[in-house]
């Protein structure tokens, strides 16, 4: 079935450095999720894009929705220990339900 | 009140045993989920009831009974369940179940079950 793919698993940096996660679908997404999941919490929604070529920003936190609407990324700008968990894009697919993507688990070194 | 509850925080169950997962929310939310997470991997939809009713059920094994008695609340029975069902459930709402071509809302979840069968 329809699926979202996520990139990358994994990412350590060091505090003070960027980080970006990314999200694609070879379909067409009517809109896209953002979950952040602390270790040991529960994931915890960031922002929803719905627009074409779509930027959100919360403070350091930067969303984009490809032109597309295929893709999607979540940057962070000078990372800080507290940014340290399991980032989750969402999209909905085939009966409209939401699926997640792999995830991006991002550790931050002080 | 944005808080959605889930009892117990910790089960640890036979595989013979009866048990059962409760949610609760009171934010008016007309939908309701549950999900199934390993470690390191991502929520995987188990149900999903819109108004009361169930509208998605992602081909889930029957020893997996789901129940929703009224708009605050979500049940998950769980009967002769297998080790590999061990895993963290949780539970999430939202103000409306998604629609084919219509919007989506943002889910509130719970703090999840973590489930372990011996």
């Known amino acids: 079935g329809q699926q979202v793919m996520q990139i990358p698993q994994y990412q350590h940096v060091q505090e003070g450095e960027d980080f970006t996660t990314y999200c694609n679908s070879s379909?067409?997404?009517?809109?896209i999720q953002w979950y952040k999941q602390r270790p040991g919490g529960h994931p915890v929604f960031l922002i929803q894009?719905?627009?074409?070529?779509e930027v959100k920003k919360q403070k350091r936190l930067t969303f984009q929705f490809g032109e597309a609407k295929k893709n999607s990324s979540l940057h962070i700008t000078a990372t800080q220990t507290t940014d340290v968990g399991t980032y989750f894009c969402?999209?909905?697919?085939?009966?409209?339900?939401?699926?997640f993507g792999a995830g991006t688990r991002l550790t931050v070194k002080p | 009140d944005t808080e959605v509850t889930q009892t117990p925080k910790h089960l640890v169950m036979g595989m013979t045993n009866k048990k059962s997962l409760k949610c609760e929310q009171h934010m008016g939310h007309r939908a309701m989920y549950w999900y199934k997470q390993k470690a390191k991997k991502p929520p995987e939809l188990m149900f999903v009831?819109?108004?009361?009713?169930?509208?998605i059920n992602e081909s889930v094994p029957s020893r997996f009974s789901p129940e929703c008695p009224n708009s605050s609340l979500l049940n998950l029975h769980l009967h002769a369940l297998q080790p590999e069902d061990s895993a963290l459930y949780l539970c999430?709402?939202?103000?409306?179940?998604?629609?084919?071509?219509?919007?989506?809302?943002?889910?509130?979840f719970g703090p999840g079950t973590r489930l372990t069968v011996t």
């Open positions: 894009l719905v627009k074409s070529g």
């Open positions: 009831y819109s108004y009361e009713k169930l509208s």
């Open positions: 379909t067409t997404l009517s809109n």
């Open positions: 969402a999209a909905p697919v085939n009966n409209n339900d939401m699926r």
């Open positions: 999430a709402s939202s103000q409306d179940a998604p629609l084919r071509h219509g919007p989506t809302y943002e889910q509130y």
